[in-house]
């Protein structure tokens, strides 16, 4: 089983619901996210380019973070997804300093928060509260080992990009062109 | 023209702009752990080649310092955690992959080794003491020699110690040499960080933290040949040094885009000046040289090319912390 999400760029209409739908499933303190969007913008006027992506925790086949913790409170659990034990993170901060992304931050009470894939809601089969909200239906979730799955379908039908695939961390959030 | 802009809210500040989560702290132990290696690296060196008696200050004296800077260094590390109460968790893990918890362990048996082995030495620096005119430190040392006799099990560890010195001192030799490069390789550990990602961090922290060690040791000193030997020692180091920052620049300029840019940040950008101009100039060269015109026989206070090397240390620490975290991939 590899759960991965996969983001229709040219669907996406920057709206943040899916950061709003995260705050309040997973009761994100207030000014904080474990997800956000990115306006993108290229070109110079009048040729002139924007597409959105909303950015979360790539839950990385090979995962820096897991690597840097020094306690083994990050840790990847059933289906690739990376997840943090609130009582054994010391806050000292080094997982933030080797991911990427940016995905990780500290919970105002000390121990590092982030994205869960909202392992709760899939392992009883249903989907992330981000993809689930969606109005312009332009996340797409599921095992990458099934070939049925919506994320196995998109990704075979058309292009996609990942964040920083040179930092070699082998993403598992995908951006489809 | 390319442009991103974050559209929902989220503003954390130790995230945005950049990364920003290592503060003073971190770069300060940095240096606490690269001096506390290099003492013990030069105490326990020369107490195996049997100069304990002909250089009392480098193998008995200068080893007071790294148990008190090491518990220093320890609770900046602790005050530095934003998950305070759970530190103890570091204590019950080990794990390999991670520098921080290695690099943990190591620092902890270094620190239990540190304390006994002054302590092992207490009547000879009581002596060294009253022999150099310092009588307050040799009442003070009396003090505590008295109470630490009146402890349970510690007396026993002080003669464990004084039995063993020799196999203690090469384990600690080797241990030293370990904790002088994990300062750097905690850095070059991170992934996300292209200006930490390189190898030569940990050779380069160590050959800094060795030379800091050097130069605490040459300002205690109060025989003119230890003083010699030191400066002698520290030019080697700062030459050694000046080539890894050399080679480390090149591997940067030579390396990918996101290493290229964390590289321009000392060629041109916002750290040019303090990296090359105080670091490298002050805390490298003008040392060197001042080190240089004392063998050659002018007279130059001792202080003052140690000093340097001792700030210099510690602020290429604050510069390599503060950049690497402004250094990123891009995307």
Redesign the interface.
């Known amino acids: 089983m590899r759960y991965a999400m996969a983001l229709d760029i040219k669907k996406c209409v920057?709206c943040?619901d899916c950061?709003v739908a995260c705050q309040t499933e997973n009761n994100v303190p207030i000014?904080?996210?474990r997800?956000?969007?990115?306006?993108?913008?290229?070109?110079?006027y009048p040729e002139l380019f924007l597409h959105?992506e909303s950015q979360r925790c790539n839950h990385c086949d090979n995962t820096?973070c897991v690597?840097?913790?020094?306690?083994?409170?990050s840790h990847v659990i059933d289906g690739g997804i990376v997840k943090v034990t609130h009582?054994?993170?010391?806050?000292?901060?080094?997982c933030?300093?080797?991911?990427?992304?940016?995905a990780r931050?500290?919970h105002p009470?000390?121990?590092?928060d982030k994205c869960t894939f909202c392992d709760h809601r899939v392992s009883k089969g249903d989907n992330p509260a981000c993809v689930s909200v969606c109005p312009t239906s332009c996340m797409y979730f599921g095992d990458l080992d099934d070939a049925n799955s919506p994320v196995s379908k998109i990704l075979r039908e058309r292009q996609f990009y990942v964040?920083?695939p040179?930092?070699?961390?082998k993403p598992q959030v995908y951006f489809v062109k | 023209?390319?442009?991103?802009?974050?559209?929902?809210?989220?503003?954390?500040s130790?995230?945005?702009p950049h990364?920003d989560?290592?503060g003073f702290g971190i770069p300060l132990y940095l240096f606490i752990g690269g001096l506390a290696a290099g003492i013990l690296l030069f105490a326990t060196y020369y107490f195996i080649k049997g100069k304990a008696d002909e250089m009392p200050v480098t193998v008995k004296v200068s080893t007071i310092i790294p148990p008190i800077i090491i518990a220093i260094g320890l609770a900046f590390l602790v005050g530095?955690?934003?998950?305070?109460?759970?530190?103890w968790?570091?204590m019950?893990?080990f794990?390999l992959?991670?520098?921080?918890?290695w690099g943990?362990w190591v620092l902890t048996v270094v620190f239990v080794i540190s304390i006994f082995w002054p302590l092992s030495y207490m009547d000879d620096l009581i002596v060294f003491f009253e022999q150099n005119n310092k009588k307050w430190l040799a009442k003070q040392f009396k003090k505590v020699q008295k109470l630490i006799n009146k402890l349970p099990v510690i007396p026993w560890f002080i003669k464990f110690t004084q039995r063993n010195r020799k196999p203690i001192a090469y384990v600690t030799f080797f241990l030293s040499i370990v904790l002088g490069i994990y300062t750097g390789i905690l850095l070059s550990?991170?992934?996300?960080?292209p200006l930490w990602n390189s190898s030569l961090l940990g050779p380069l922290f160590l050959v800094s933290g060795v030379s800091t060690g050097a130069a605490a040791i040459m300002w205690m000193s109060n025989n003119e040949a230890e003083k010699k030997l030191f400066s002698r020692i520290d030019i080697g180091l700062i030459i050694i040094e000046l080539t890894f920052i050399l080679l480390l620049f090149l591997g940067f300029v030579w390396g990918?885009e996101?290493q290229v840019r964390s590289a321009e940040m000392f060629l041109g950008g916002e750290f040019t000046a303090v990296f090359w101009g105080i670091f490298v100039g002050m805390g490298l060269f003008l040392p060197a040289i001042l080190e240089l015109f004392e063998l050659k026989g002018y007279h130059i206070p001792i202080a003052i090319p140690a000093f340097l090397i001792l700030l210099g240390g510690l602020i290429f620490r604050v510069i390599m912390v503060d950049a690497g975290?402004i250094s990123?991939?891009?995307?």
């Open positions: 920057g943040a950061v000014g904080f996210a997800d956000w969007v990115i306006e993108n913008g290229k070109g110079v959105f820096p690597r840097a913790c020094p306690t083994g409170a009582n054994e993170c010391i806050g000292c901060g080094a933030i300093e080797a991911c990427p992304y940016e931050y500290f009470d000390g121990y590092v964040l920083a040179e930092a070699g961390t | 023209m390319k442009e991103q802009l974050m559209v929902s809210g989220r503003e954390i130790n995230l945005y990364v989560v290592w530095d955690l934003h998950h305070k109460a759970y530190f968790q570091l019950m893990h794990r992959e991670s520098p921080m918890s943990a550990a991170m992934n996300a960080r990918p996101a975290q990123t991939y891009l995307y």
